[in-house]
Nanobody, 114 residues
Framework: QVQLVESGGGLVQPGGSLRLSCAAS????????MGWYRQSPGKERELVAR???????IYADSVKGRFTIFRDNAKNSVYLQMNSLKSEDTAVYYC????????WGQGTQVTVSS
């Protein structure tokens, strides 16, 4: 059974940076397209960044130019570097495959506030 564990969230001021990590156990992620999703209170979960098995990336317009997704297959992990954070980036962030059919992890809370 694959398990996804997200970490790296926290409280950061607007304009700050965070790096999120997603570590997987129980299955190799190397052949999966993977994504970072986020969910804010009262909103649907949305996909903000994706990376395919070959390393190609696609971003939501709301994060383009500020977020970078990358993966380390040797560590069976996926990462999200978030720069120039805005208050509207506040959400719980999750990683999952594309489509999202792996069991969801607990997510990691990102709060952007002064």
């Amino acid at each position: 059974q694959v398990q996804l564990v997200e970490s790296g969230g926290g409280l950061v001021q607007p304009g700050g940076s965070l790096r999120l990590s997603c570590a997987a156990s129980g299955r190799s992620l190397s052949s999966y397209a993977m994504g970072w999703y986020r969910q804010s209170p009262g909103k649907e979960r949305e996909l903000v960044a994706r990376i395919d098995s070959g390393g190609r990336t696609i971003y939501a317009d709301s994060v383009k130019g500020r977020f970078t997704i990358f993966r380390d297959n040797a560590k069976n992990s996926v990462y999200l570097q978030m720069n120039s954070l805005k208050s509207e980036d506040t959400a719980v962030y999750y990683c999952n495959s594309i489509p999202a059919y792996l069991p969801w992890g607990q997510g990691t809370q990102v709060t952007v506030s002064s």
